[in-house]
């Protein structure tokens, strides 16, 4: 077997991701309190489980499996390049929202996302066993949200909705934390609240749902993002990835509703 170094059809990634996201809740899903073995990766509430790298294991096996010259890049695992690279490389996080699994709050999942050589999102998929919900997309083909039973495909939230609702998340850096607070009147100006869910991946859905009608985030990791973001992109909302020149929202942008997701912007958020 050889590598297909071309570009797939996004749909066929999409099944994979699918299928890998899948196998990674499936291991979420099996929950208990005595065997999370949570302990802390570095920062003060930035904790990983047992659950976290079984979850990642999972993911990469279905992957390898069904794309072998895949390159795969996750939270808790060392990157893996095979030999000769298809120039598709999947970003996993296998466990968004570790501090929500640990106290049995509901907004975790797996995300799975693919990207190829040109930095071009092409599939994405946010899997949330405990919401019973799985949202995903494929580069042009819009983004859907199964649920219980039923399938609808997204459009983000209504520009013209009164109470806008922004998400959000903090740093585990205190410094950083505080910056943060202290920018929160600027950060919330034109927004009637603020919502603090603890998972990227899922308020980066839940834009795309409608449900929140902005996202913003200092200090996200490439994985954190990397599925939801897209999703949000497929349902029509604009999206600012980290990498791209940092500033602040506008009125123009808060008025039309937009997901952004910003790694260093010039100071706050």
């Given at each position: 077997?050889?590598?297909?170094?071309?570009?797939?059809?996004?749909?066929?990634?999409?099944?994979v991701?699918?299928?890998?996201?899948?196998?990674?809740?499936?291991?979420?899903?099996k929950r208990?309190e005595?065997?999370?073995?949570?302990v802390?990766k570095?920062?003060?509430?930035?904790?990983?489980t047992?659950?976290?790298?079984?979850?990642?294991?999972?993911v990469?096996?279905?992957?390898n499996?069904?794309r072998?010259?895949d390159?795969?890049?996750?939270?808790?695992?060392?990157?893996?390049?095979p030999?000769?690279?298809s120039?598709?490389?999947?970003?996993?996080?296998?466990?968004?929202?570790?501090?929500?699994?640990?106290?049995n709050?509901?907004?975790?999942?797996?995300?799975?996302?693919a990207v190829?050589?040109?930095?071009?999102?092409?599939a994405?998929v946010?899997?949330?066993?405990?919401?019973?919900?799985?949202?995903w997309?494929?580069?042009?083909?819009?983004?859907w949200l199964?649920?219980?039973?039923?399938?609808r495909q997204?459009?983000?939230p209504d520009?013209?909705?009164?109470?806008?609702?922004?998400?959000?998340?903090?740093?585990?850096e205190?410094?950083?934390?505080?910056e943060?607070?202290?920018?929160?009147?600027d950060?919330?100006a034109?927004?009637?609240?603020?919502?603090?869910?603890?998972?990227?991946?899922?308020?980066?859905?839940?834009?795309?749902?409608?449900?929140?009608?902005?996202?913003?985030?200092r200090?996200?990791?490439?994985h954190?993002?990397?599925?939801?973001?897209?999703?949000?992109e497929?349902?029509?909302a604009?999206?600012?990835?980290?990498?791209?020149?940092a500033?602040?929202?506008?009125?123009?942008?808060?008025?039309?509703?937009?997901?952004?997701a910003?790694?260093?912007?010039?100071?706050?958020?």
């Amino acid at each position: 077997m050889s590598p297909n170094t071309g570009t797939p059809d996004p749909l066929e990634l999409l099944d994979v991701a699918r299928q890998a996201a899948a196998a990674g809740a499936a291991v979420l899903a099996k929950r208990s309190e005595d065997s999370l073995n949570a302990v802390n990766k570095g920062a003060s509430g930035d904790w990983v489980t047992n659950y976290d790298t079984e979850a990642e294991y999972a993911v990469r096996e279905v992957i390898n499996k069904l794309r072998p010259f895949d390159e795969i890049t996750g939270e808790e695992l060392e990157a893996s390049v095979p030999a000769e690279p298809s120039g598709i490389r999947w970003s996993v996080d296998p466990l968004d929202g570790t501090t929500n699994f640990i106290r049995n709050i509901p907004f975790y999942a797996t995300s799975v996302a693919a990207v190829n050589n040109d930095g071009e999102w092409l599939a994405g998929v946010v899997h949330a066993p405990a919401l019973v919900r799985v949202y995903w997309a494929a580069r042009g083909h819009g983004a859907w949200l199964a649920e219980r039973g039923s399938l609808r495909q997204l459009s983000g939230p209504d520009p013209q909705r009164a109470g806008k609702l922004l998400g959000t998340g903090f740093s585990y850096e205190p410094d950083v934390r505080a910056e943060q607070y202290g920018a929160l009147a600027d950060l919330t100006a034109g927004f009637a609240d603020l919502r603090r869910l603890g998972s990227a991946a899922l308020d980066l859905c839940m834009v795309a749902d409608g449900t929140l009608d902005a996202y913003i985030e200092r200090g996200l990791n490439e994985h954190d993002f990397a599925a939801g973001a897209l999703i949000a992109e497929e349902a029509g909302a604009t999206v600012h990835r980290p990498g791209t020149p940092a500033r602040r929202m506008d009125d123009a942008e808060r008025l039309a509703a937009v997901t952004t997701a910003w790694l260093v912007p010039p100071s706050g958020f």
